[in-house]
């Protein structure tokens, strides 16, 4: 709902609606599904639902059978997510492997290939708005031995926060509020984007809380700052999860972090992802 273009009292509903519906019970907002491969009516529904209300849905394969790749991506396609965004680490469908590359220089230099912390962020903060990840999937194959922890926050209820304490939401919407310099080692041009835009009145989000290669436009610093903070302090609406083998999530690009983790000889941490262009729901 954006509060630029809408009544005051069309906001509030939309607002007091979404507060409402938000739950950090992990029970209430997981759906168990019985084979990827062929997703039930009540499954679908239940995940839509779900994303409808938080932007976020878990779910839960019993069947080991049903953990390779494959049947993710058919899950994942049964669910609405394709067009999906690629990488020099996706194959052919576009799934990646997130997981440590300890010898590999080139892929360590980014956080989620590593076993350190990974700050708020959304994922593809750094595409151009033409190129938006929208939503995306997380399956965890195998969990690691100590550490991985996830949090997630609903980048609507991130908007509604920041709309309570600030009137500059305007100065987060601005086309060049994020600027991400130009990469000549991927040959990736300067990105300029806002945080947050909608789309068919659907709200989306670009950011990341690193420091290294994100310039914020001077007019939009004190509105970031804010916004950092409410992120970092709004504890109270923070999902908090450790996926075990079997687990995973679908999100519309909700803003999260992991903390650092251990891994073992039996216990090496890999997921898989897959960013797509779609939203979900509409």
């Known amino acids: 709902m954006n509060i630029l273009l809408n009544t005051k009292e069309d906001y509030k509903r939309w607002k007091d609606k979404k ?6 019970n992990i029970d ?3 759906v168990h599904i019985s084979n990827p491969n062929s997703v039930s009516k009540p499954e679908k529904n239940k995940v839509i639902s779900l994303l409808r209300s938080n932007n976020l849905a878990f779910f839960n394969i019993d069947n080991i059978s049903y953990k390779d790749k494959s049947s993710i991506k058919r899950f994942a396609f049964q669910i ?3 067009d999906y965004d690629f990488d020099s680490r996706s194959d052919d469908d576009g799934l990646t492997e997130i997981k440590e590359h300890k010898h590999n220089d080139k892929i360590s ?3 989620p290939y590593t076993t350190e912390e990974l700050n708020w962020h959304t994922d593809g903060y750094y595409n151009t708005k033409d190129n938006s990840i929208l939503s995306w999937l997380l399956f965890c194959n195998t969990q690691s031995e100590k550490g991985g922890v996830n949090k997630y926050l609903d980048h609507e209820i991130s908007y509604i926060l920041f709309n ?11 086309e060049n509020t994020c600027c991400i310099p130009e990469n000549l080692m991927t040959k990736r041009k300067e990105v300029l984007n806002p945080v947050y835009m909608f789309d068919d009145e659907n709200l989306h989000m670009k950011f990341s809380m690193r420091k290294k290669n994100i310039i914020w436009n001077d007019a939009s610093l004190k509105a970031i700052n804010i916004l950092k903070s409410i992120i970092e302090d709004s504890s109270e609406y923070h999902i ?31 997921l898989y992802r897959l960013r797509s262009k779609r939203r979900v729901i509409k």
């Open 80 to 82: 609405g997510l394709g």
């Open 109 to 111: 230099e980014y956080i």
């Open 164 to 174: 309570d304490v600030s009137n500059k939401i305007k100065d987060l919407m601005l």
């Open 19 to 24: 507060l409402e519906s938000f739950t950090r």
């Open 240 to 270: 908090t999860k450790k996926f075990a083998e079997g687990e995973g999530i679908i999100t519309n690009n909700v803003i999260h972090k992991r903390t650092a983790f251990t891994n073992s000889k039996n216990k090496n941490r890999l």
């Open 28 to 30: 209430h907002l997981t």
